[in-house]
């Protein structure tokens, strides 16, 4: 359908206002309902009052995230909330100050940059392999557990490099995570704020926060004073000034950022893998596919950064497993000033919200969205997949900034136990999604990993 034809088409206030309270319980389904009954943009009042544009139409994603993102900054509560909590870094900023975090940043995620890492993740990689067949051989794990303890050393690893204790990292990544939680609560919630004051809710969350920081900003001191050999984020970040004034960023800047790359690294990354493996064991056939590849590709050679991204059919499954199942299945923009797309009325002040996951499952643009087939991203594939209908790692300026790195670490793991272990779900049950933040499995996923030599 042309899209230059669509109008949005708004939901009515008592339905919005109706379906509160499983917007709060798992918002996904009430976004699915709107969607299939509406179409790929609609119009609705979050809580009854907040007006707030909904869009799963790629041509409308690619307006608001990149022909015009400078009219779309992330929504105020979001930056708010994110705010209070993390301070003011790379993902909750906008305009210069953005720009100029950004263009830094960056420079730790180039592909020469990955290439300098890789060793030291494939030593974090046998160290979880080693647990991982423990884990395995006592019977079935939770695939999603696993992942967590993957990824959290993997990505730990990369930005702050070996010195940082696993007990400091794992304490920290805890913090982390009670703090997400209670972000999304006044986010989803934000009728309670007087009640997170009263309780104590506030005071006991900053007072976690503090102690985080503190851990941070200690270790922070503790390296610049001994750099010792690591070649990680953290090391970049601290040696590499600013192109216009050639000054370095503070201590506390640093902090910052460092805790803003974990937070946005850590659980998107362990929850594509999650997803990726779940997929998969419904969908044995491609298990044998991979192992192919990986042996065509890499033959007895060590894994290194070129032949990862060589692994065309193992991306394409994991390309296909991240439209299916989002770790991020929406993103949020406010509209500064009044605007107009196709017709569509976004006056300044009106949130419109990204919706990743309906994008991914557009019936407009995929045929049988709600099939697996990895097919789709074969680069053969005579159907050309518009560039915003799938949009995992976001698009625009504001794209995420650790694509490759996560790619990297996910097709790490995965090739390594693909490798390895034969696997299965242990009991056949499909696993439904529960979307907060991320898009996270409603339950544990528990599966049988069998060695295969
Ligand atoms: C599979 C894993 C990942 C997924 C699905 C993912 C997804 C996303 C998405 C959708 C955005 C855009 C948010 C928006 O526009 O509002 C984003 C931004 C970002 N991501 Fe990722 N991400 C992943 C892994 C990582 C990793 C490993 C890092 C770094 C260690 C990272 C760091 C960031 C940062 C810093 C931003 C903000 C960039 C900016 O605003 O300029 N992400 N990510």
Redesign the pocket.
Known sequence: MDSKLKKTTKISNLTSFLDTKEMVKNPILVFEKYRKKIGQTFEFRFGGFRKTIVTSDPDFLKYV?KDNNDNYH?SHIQVKRFVEFQGVG??NSHGDY?LRQ?KL?SMGFTRSRLNEILPTQLIVLKDFMKDFDMDVTNGPVDIHDQMVKFTLRS?GQ??FGSQLKREELESFALAIAEIQKFIVKKVVQPYLMPWYVISGQNRKYQNIRKKADQIILAYVEKRRLDPGKESDILQLILTTPYKDTGEFMTDEKVSVEIL???V??NE??TT?TTWAFYLLAKHPEHISKIREEIKQVFEDQEVNYEGLFKLKYTISVLDEA?RIR???WM??RQALKDDEFNGIKIPAGSTVIPY?YGAHHNEEVWKNPEIFDPSRFDNENPEKIHPFAH????GGP??????N??KM??LLVMTSIIKQYDFELSEKKNIDVHAMMLLKPDGPIEMNFKRIN
């Open positions: 995230l992330k790379l993902t953005w950004r940043l990505v990369s930005l803003q790359l974990l946005a690294g998107t990354s594509a991240m989002p770790p991020f993103i949020d990743i949009i995992p790692f976001g504001r794209v995420c900034i650790g694509q790195m996560a670490q996910i």
